[in-house]
């Protein structure tokens, strides 16, 4: 079950980068580079957890992004970012091991927070 996080971090750290150097202005490049080091951490946390658990994770991506157009990025950023926000929380509802239940839910704040700043930067932009 984590390794789906380790995998869902490693996809979107991905899609953000591509998203960051596509981008056509500089303060999109800065804010798209910013969730993808915090999705950084996200994986190390989970990798972390997975290790202590005497698991490996398994890093892979699945399908990444490649819209070139900042509306389409932020739309399908956004849209993977409600996902996961709604995965985590039902991950964090059926974990019973207290210091999981708090990193799957600070996890899950996180991405409901990143889903924000992407709704905020695609009203600047008029999508």
């Known amino acids: 079950q984590l390794n789906w996080g380790v995998e869902h971090e490693y996809t979107v750290i991905l899609q953000y980068l591509l998203h960051s150097y596509t981008a056509n202005d500089e303060e999109m490049k800065e804010e798209m580079e910013d ?21 490996n994770p398994v890093i892979e991506h699945k399908e990444v992004d490649r819209s070139k157009k900042p509306a389409d990025m932020l739309k399908a950023d956004i849209d993977i970012e409600e996902k996961v926000a709604r ?19 600070r ?5 409901i927070y990143h889903a924000d700043l992407f709704r905020d930067r695609l009203k600047k932009k008029g999508g």
């Open 87 to 105: 995965e985590y929380d039902r991950m964090a509802g059926e974990a019973t091991d207290p210091g999981l239940k708090k990193l799957l839910t």
């Open 35 to 55: 969730q993808a080091i915090n999705e950084m951490q996200h994986l190390g946390w989970l990798a972390e957890e997975m290790i202590d658990g005497g698991r």
């Open 107 to 111: 996890i899950r704040d996180n991405e």
